[in-house]
Structure formats: structure tokens, C-alpha cells
């Protein structure tokens, strides 16, 4: 059974940092492509940042190239997503998602979330 259960949301300033953590389970973690995306009230869920199953290629939406960096620790089942100098449009819900091919096609799992609010 796949599980990803995101983790590090909080209440923070603008400025600050944050990082959050996804812990996956129930899938081949090194095979799997990684992405974190985000999700404002009343918007679109749209991608953030993603990672390939070696962790040799990352992509970032444009918005957040510089201040986000995604990395993942296959012998652990983690994926991580550093954030710096925090906005508050950054505020949203931020999900974290496993692109996992079965032989069956490639299928896609998705965690319950956390909240990062950017508020002075």
C-alpha cells in the first residue's frame, strides 16, 4: 500500500525557512519520480519542484527557482523541499507526489498535505 506523509508546515515570517519532508512507503522509492506542488485557497493545485527517481535532474516553476531546492535520500524513503526566504504568496498546501510505473502504466499517489503560512 503506497503512503506519503508530508511533514515541516508551520506558521512562519516572511523571510524565514522552511523545510518539508514527504516519507514514502509501499513502492520501489528509487524508481519513482518525486514532485512537491502546492495548492492556495481558491487556486489551482500547480507544481513546485520535481525529481527524477536518481536524483540527478531537478525542475522548479519558475516562481520559485532560487529559493527552492528539492532533494530526496533514497535509502531513507524521503523527499525533501527547502525553502528560503519565504513570500507570502508562498502560503499554501503543499503536496507531495509519487509518479509509480507498475506494469499497468505509470500511476500517480498523492499525500494528505501540509500548511505553510507565510504571515507577518
Known amino acids: 500500500q503506497v503512503q506519503l506523509v508530508e511533514s515541516g508546515g508551520g506558521v512562519v515570517q516572511p523571510g524565514e525557512s522552511l523545510r518539508l519532508s514527504c516519507a514514502a512507503s509501499g513502492f520501489t522509492f528509487s524508481s519513482a519520480h518525486m514532485s512537491w506542488h502546492r495548492q492556495a485557497p481558491g487556486q489551482e493545485r500547480e507544481l513546485v519542484a520535481g525529481?527524477?527517481?536518481?536524483?540527478?535532474?531537478?525542475t522548479y516553476v519558475d516562481s520559485v527557482k532560487g529559493r527552492f531546492a528539492i532533494s530526496r535520500d533514497n535509502a531513507k524513503g524521503t523527499v525533501h523541499l527547502q525553502i528560503n526566504n519565504l513570500k507570502p504568496e508562498d502560503t499554501a498546501v503543499y503536496y507531495c507526489k509519487a509518479v509509480v510505473v507498475t506494469w499497468s502504466g505509470p500511476h500517480d499517489y498523492w499525500g494528505q498535505g501540509t500548511q505553510v503560512t507565510v504571515t507577518s
Open positions: 525529481i527524477t527517481g536518481a536524483g540527478t535532474s531537478t
